[in-house]
Every structure is written in C-alpha cells, then in structure tokens.
C-alpha cells in the first residue's frame, strides 16, 4: 500500500529559517494525476494554515464536484483520494487508523545533500 503526503510546512527558506510555503494549484493536480496512475492509496496535502486548506478545499470540490467534474471525469478520479490535513502528525495518524500499521516514512527533498542518495 502506497500513501503519498505534500508537506509545505515545516520547510527551511533560503536562510535556513522555518516557513510554511503555498500549495499551488499545479502541485495539486500533477501529484493527484500522477499518483492515480501509480495506485496511490490516498494523496495527503499537509499545510497548517487555515486560508491555505480553504484554498484547497475550493480547487477540490471544484474538480470533485463543480464544473471541473463534469469536465473530466479522469480528473475528477484523480481528485478524490487527495486529503487535507494540518500536520504530518495527522496524516500518520489517519493511515495508522485505516491499516491498523504505522506507516513507514520515506522522504523527498529539494535541499541539497552533496552527491549522496540514502534511504533507509
């Protein structure tokens, strides 16, 4: 079973300070498409803000249910395992709960870590 989560906080600017930054309407829609296509169980956006997540709901229920379902009905496929949460707390929380299994995290980042690719 695969989960996929888009953290936009906690993440580190270009001073090494922690911020949250927006969710984009293209991040939503080419990791819901793409993760359709590889049978991801649920696609999680995680952001703490309140404005943001209202955001988000809007671009959903626009291509679940609005104008943008009866558009493409592909697209609208591809929405509906995307979930909104605060925090990543949340999200392993919520796939704990319907697998009865804690989730193993791997992660992805765009910082750059010299030549080296580990996973664990």
């Known amino acids: 079973m695969l989960y996929l989560a888009l953290l936009h906080y906690p993440v580190k600017n270009r001073s090494g ?3 949250a930054t927006s969710v984009v309407n293209m991040d939503i829609h080419d ?3 793409a993760a359709k296509i ?3 169980i649920a696609f ?3 952001h703490p803000w309140v404005a943001q997540r209202k ?4 671009i959903l229920h626009r291509w679940r249910e609005g104008y943008g379902a009866t558009f493409s ?3 609208k496929e591809a929405f509906m ?3 909104l949460k605060n925090q990543l707390g949340d999200v392993i929380a ?5 697998t009865g299994k804690k989730p193993k995290a791997v992660a992805a980042s765009a910082a750059r870590y010299g030549d080296i690719l580990t996973h664990s």
């Open 38 to 40: 590889y049978g991801v």
């Open 44 to 46: 999680y956006i995680v």
């Open 55 to 58: 955001l988000d709901r809007e």
């Open 81 to 83: 395992p995307v979930r």
């Open 73 to 75: 009905e592909q697209r």
């Open 17 to 19: 300070d922690i911020v």
């Open 31 to 33: 990791i819901a498409r």
């Open 94 to 98: 919520d796939i704990t709960s319907e």
